[in-house]
């Protein structure tokens, strides 16, 4: 008997939630009824998930795929000024000068091919520039910057709307608050983010560590280190990690590096970002059109783009966005050349950026929950408040040793701050720009970039310190929270004038009604 249905009753099932249109349902005939009636199965399938748990495990599968693929990008990026002093730095530079460019442009891509395939080809892209660290002369590695530039925007941007969509969806299922899920979400993505830090750096300590040279330095060697550690000049630093030359005085012996060591290492980040593209292609499930409604709603063009760069709101955290790059650019490229190549040796590289990854994984997990109970301005300032008083110790007080227990701590401190910073800046921009994501996050990428860019580029002139680049991150940092604090009084005013103005119309409403009463 075939059965049919009426188109009232398809309109009907068309306005019902995503989750009656997301439930698979079982259709069976009803041996006891003598018309053959169809009905649904009350017994859901054992692999059937609700709605609302496929958008939270599309988030995990999303930051899994993330894991595996940063745990290969971030370990080169905090190695490339210890292992590769010239084309290493430059190729960094590179990246977020290209990913400036790719943000005016990636909401269009997006647009067309989605959120799901613009991080599969981000991900293929990030395993290519793994490739090129094989043989990193300057006409393999700078192309390969620019290739994984111009696919960091898209692969950041497509995330962001991703996890919010899914956020607010979840939130809509759920019955709860859309921006404490957004902090929720965003705080499970940035735990597995970060925590690309832990195991991509142990990768790195396992494998450069039993290679290693133990040295016994003079208080001498560590006169440049730290921030009075400069960069630019003649350098006499091996710029290819598979010569096992000596570095330049400038930064003791500490740099040298067996060559099939790096090959072995750079095979094991190449079979990461291996699995983050399967893991991306074959289990990551594509948002539905009609969830998808930034890329269909939104005309992503870069006039528009730059309409929304000129929105109050958004100029105020355009500081906040540079600050969040430039911080990483002193704690990847800096830090770790500085602070400890120079002083302890490259393999203790990978123990520290893993503390540093561990507080940065913890912190981001927990502020994400955090947030409903305390508020994200005493967030927001915590995590200030940490990164200043680092910077100040750096500055007054940190003097080179081989001790390591003060790098450690740094990267633990460190890392709280930027957990406040990337959850919390994620979800501003979410809950601020709901119907505007991708430009939103483009431009959160855009300033971001801008900021690794203008670091990375400032260590390549002569006669630039670190002294000189962390005195006006501290600079920095002052004018971004004063941008932020006028941020947050912009919303609460407004939030104050919405409420007045409903409970005045309400008051309008009950009068009007009284008169007609009478």
């Known amino acids: 008997m075939v059965v049919h249905r009426s188109s009232s009753d398809v309109d009907s099932d068309d306005s019902n939630s ?10 069976k005939r009803d041996s006891n009824s003598s018309q053959g009636k169809i009905r649904e199965s009350s017994r859901p399938s054992v692999f059937t998930l609700s709605p609302a748990k496929k958008h939270k495990l599309n988030v995990i599968v999303l930051s899994v795929a993330f894991l595996f693929n940063f745990t290969a990008f971030c370990a080169l990026q905090n190695l490339q000024s210890s292992l590769n002093a010239v084309n ?7 990246i977020y000068g290209a990913l400036i460019i790719s943000c005016l442009f990636a909401p269009t891509l997006i647009r067309i091919i989605g959120t799901k395939w613009s991080i599969v080809i981000s991900v293929a892209c990030f395993s290519l520039y793994t490739a090129c660290n094989f043989y990193p002369v300057d006409y393999i590695l700078l192309p390969g910057g ?18 919010t ?26 735990f597995f983010f970060q925590s690309s830090q ?28 730290g921030v009075n550690s400069c960069s630019g000049g003649s350098s006499t630093e091996s710029d290819h ?69 000129l929105h109050p709101n958004l100029l105020l955290l355009v500081p906040l966005f540079i600050y969040t790059g430039m911080e990483q650019g002193f704690f990847f490229g800096d830090f770790t050349k500085a602070f400890i190549t120079c002083t302890s040796g490259v393999h203790y590289v990978g123990f520290i950026m893993m503390v540093f990854g561990i507080s940065d994984a913890i912190f981001s997990f927990t502020l994400g929950r955090l947030e409903k109970y305390c508020g994200r301005i005493i967030i927001f300032t915590a995590g200030g408040l940490a990164h200043l008083s680092l910077i100040l110790v750096i500055l007054f007080v940190w003097n080179p040793g081989e001790a390591l ?41 855009l300033g971001q970039a801008f900021g690794f860019c203008l670091y990375f580029a400032v260590s390549l002139v002569g006669g630039v310190c670190v002294i000189h680049k962390i005195i006006f991150l501290g600079g920095l940092l002052i004018c971004q929270y004063v941008c932020y604090y006028t941020l947050e009084w912009r919303l609460r005013r407004v939030s ?9 119309e309400a008051e309008a409403v009950k009068n009007q009604s009284d008169a007609v009463a009478v």
């Open 165 to 190: 969509t899914s956020a607010f969806r979840y939130a809509e299922l759920m019955n709860e608050v859309p921006e404490a899920v957004v902090n929720q979400f965003n705080g499970i993505f940035f």
């Open 146 to 163: 620019v290739l994984v530039g111009l696919a960091a925007a898209p692969l950041w941007i497509s995330q962001g709307t991703y996890l």
């Open 496 to 504: 104050t004038h919405d409420v007045l103005s409903n409970s005045g």
């Open 18 to 27: 995503i989750a009656d249109e997301a439930q698979p349902v079982s259709l």
């Open 405 to 445: 227990w003060d790098r450690f701590l740094i990267a633990v401190v460190w890392g709280f701050g930027d957990a406040v910073l990337q959850t919390q800046i994620c979800s501003i921009v979410g809950v601020i720009f709901p119907e505007n994501q991708e430009r939103a996050f483009s431009c959160f990428r």
């Open 241 to 309: 990690p598979l010569n096992d030359t000596e570095s330049s005085s400038n930064t003791g012996d500490n740099l040298s590096t067996p060559s099939m060591t790096v090959t072995i290492l750079l095979g094991v980040y190449l079979a990461c970002g291996g699995v983050s593209f399967l893991i991306a292609t074959f289990l990551l499930d594509k948002l539905p059109k009609s969830e998808d409604k930034a890329s269909q709603e939104t005309n992503s063009n870069l006039s528009g783009t730059f309409r929304l760069f």
């Open 198 to 225: 832990i195991s991509g750096n142990l990768v790195a300590s396992l494998v450069l560590y039993p290679s290693s040279n133990a040295t016994v330095h003079s208080l001498e060697s560590f006169t440049h280190c």
């Open 88 to 94: 290493g730095v430059a190729s960094l530079a590179v």
